[in-house]
């Protein structure tokens, strides 16, 4: 080993690099996280974008050119609702409140408040679904993405893939230029569509950069990267209504992170896994350098590609593994599920307890921002207790916890305002927690070979949550209680899968599905009075037995 020639210089072995965290790390976390804040607000941008605005209906003989969305004082009725108008009686020539027979007849035109949204823009009064829909269909984009991407990653690396989704982002500036609604919602899937995998690649890199004491750490981080970008669109929003202005501003400037080509690495583990040896020790060097860690650069210069691997215990194997063999594997199939159900299960409650929350009186903007800075006290919480007592037990307990406040809630009589409030409050920053929580460790289960396809996957089911929860609130036509009880029982399911997975706190990140396999066997052969630890060591060992 190389002496160090300063007292601060840290000296380890190469399998030790990727586990310290110094100013390479911090360096790329900020790289990573000033996109995902961008992506944020184009991915939420319908929120107001498409919001509603006032309207009434406009009666022609009555109304001119300076007339406004308020009722004027010729208007019959105020409870007339804004999709039908009064019918004028015939040879009336001024209007007055007597000048109108009683009827109502289905508007076909009206006079916006303003012109800040598409839904004045497009001319979309009365057509709620045509605005709901908006969003459902950036959600489906969305979903499309996250599947290509996540293959993007495994097939291309983790780099380009982000890179590519985020500039794609300017695709969305084209939607100010839309003549029609199909064509702006064309547009809108299209960007949600490249947008959506930028996500993915970058939670790979910061997982894979560091060591495992600091995984839940570069989830927390980048959550809160997600919760200021939404914190900053309502923000930007409050001062710039205008919804064109406001797209260009949040879509634009994705263009110039076209150098982020320049800036950012791509992650050294998957240059091994994917036999990019040269790159990989290549970029281990300047890890080192920047951290100021020493390292025997004569050692690495001369390791081969097959040594390297089993220096950080990568199976070399001829037959690369690929999104099928996962599927032949019970273990990660099992995997898989669950993390397919506590994925969808965070989406479900998280945005649908929003929903079917208590609209907070007041300024939209304030409110949409108080709704993002609830999920921070959330963040920490996850921080803490996946630090200090593992991934796998505080998750389990955070959907069951959240599963009895969200019930609780629902069945306590409307009475007790403060106290299903509070149940609420308690619901939601738990189920925030295990966003985080769920994310990272679906990392961990999952090898390096297929992590990117099978992260896809479970982000696919994590859209499918996110695109069921608007339509809970029409339950509440039926039964108020249903839509939490819904919530709840999501959450108990979601909690009981979770035994069926093992605890992955102070594992080591494995690399090959054969890993995965062998450690379980391992863990199983010695649960009967023998005390072993089965690290990722005895897994590649036992690679040659399988």
């Known amino acids: 080993m190389v002496a160090a020639k300063e007292k601060n210089v840290k000296i380890c072995d190469i399998t030790d690099l990727m ?56 208007w019959p009725d105020t409870n007339i609702d804004r999709c039908s108008k009064p019918v004028l009686k ?22 916006y408040e303003n012109n800040n ?140 992170f ?20 040269e790159k990989a020790k290549k970029l281990m060097k300047k890890i080192a350098e920047v951290n100021r860690i020493s390292i025997n650069n ?50 479900f409650v998280y945005y649908g307890m929003m929903i079917n929350s208590v609209f907070l009186p007041g300024d939209k903007y304030i409110n949409f921002l108080l709704s ?37 809630s629902a069945l306590i009589p409307e009475g007790y305002k403060w106290v299903k409030l509070a149940m609420f409050l308690i619901g939601k920053v738990i189920i925030s927690s295990c966003f985080t929580g769920a994310i990272t460790y679906a990392m961990e289960l999952f090898p390096t070979s297929v992590r990117g396809s099978l992260l896809g996957l479970g982000s696919f089911c994590s859209r499918i949550g996110g695109m069921l929860a608007p339509l809970t609130p029409i339950l509440n036509t039926v039964s108020e209680v249903i839509p939490f009880v819904l919530f709840g029982c999501s959450s108990f399911i979601a909690g009981l899968l979770l035994t069926l997975t093992p605890e992955t706190k102070d594992l080591p990140l494995f690399d090959t599905i054969r890993q995965v396999e062998n450690h379980v066997k391992c863990k199983m052969t010695t649960q009967k009075n023998v005390v072993t630890n089965c690290s990722n060591d005895d897994a590649v060992k036992n690679n040659n037995d399988v």
């Not at 974008?49 to 004082?73: H, L, M, Q, W």
């Not at 076209?258 to 040896?277: A, C, Y």
């Open 19 to 74: 586990e310290t965290f110094g100013k390479y790390q911090i360096i790329q976390y900020i790289l990573l996280c000033l996109p995902a804040t961008f992506v944020t607000m184009i991915s939420i941008n319908y929120v107001f974008a498409v919001g509603d605005v006032n309207y009434r209906c406009r009666i022609d003989k009555c109304d001119d050119a300076n007339s406004t969305a308020e009722f004027p004082s010729w």
């Open 90 to 111: 015939s040879g009336e020539d001024v209007c007055t409140n007597h000048s109108f027979t009683g009827e109502l007849k289905t508007c076909d035109h009206w006079i």
């Open 117 to 256: 949204t598409v839904i004045a823009e497009f001319d979309l009064a009365c057509q709620p679904w045509k605005s709901n829909l908006v969003g459902t269909i950036h959600c489906m984009g969305m979903l499309i993405s996250m599947i290509i991407s996540g293959w993007m990653t495994d097939r291309f690396g983790r780099k380009p893939t982000l890179i590519f989704c985020v500039v794609g982002g300017t695709i969305g500036s084209i939607k100010t230029f839309a003549t029609s609604y199909y064509m702006y919602v064309t547009i809108e899937f299209l960007e949600a569509s490249v947008t959506g995998g930028s996500y993915s690649a970058a939670m790979i890199i910061l997982l894979e950069i560091v060591g495992t004491k600091y995984r839940v750490l570069s989830g927390v981080v980048f959550a809160y990267a997600i919760y200021f970008g939404e914190s900053l669109f309502a923000c930007i929003a409050m001062f710039v209504p205008y919804w064109k202005t406001l797209i260009r501003i949040i879509n634009g400037p994705c263009i110039f």
């Open 258 to 277: 076209i150098i982020l080509i320049f800036f950012v690495n791509e992650s050294p583990r998957w240059q091994i896994v994917s036999g990019r040896t």
């Open 298 to 347: 004569e050692e690495l210069e001369n390791i081969d590609e097959v040594k390297l691997k089993e220096k950080f215990n990568i199976a070399n194997s001829e037959v690369k593994e690929s999104i099928t063999h996962a599927f032949k594997s019970k273990e990660i199939m099992k995997r898989l599920l669950v993390v397919g159900v506590s994925r969808f299960t965070c989406s």
């Open 372 to 408: 993002t800075v609830m999920s921070f006290p959330g963040e920490l919480l996850s921080l803490y207790l996946m630090n200090k007592i593992g991934r796998k037990i505080p998750l389990l307990a955070g959907y069951l916890i959240c599963g009895t406040m969200c019930i609780i």
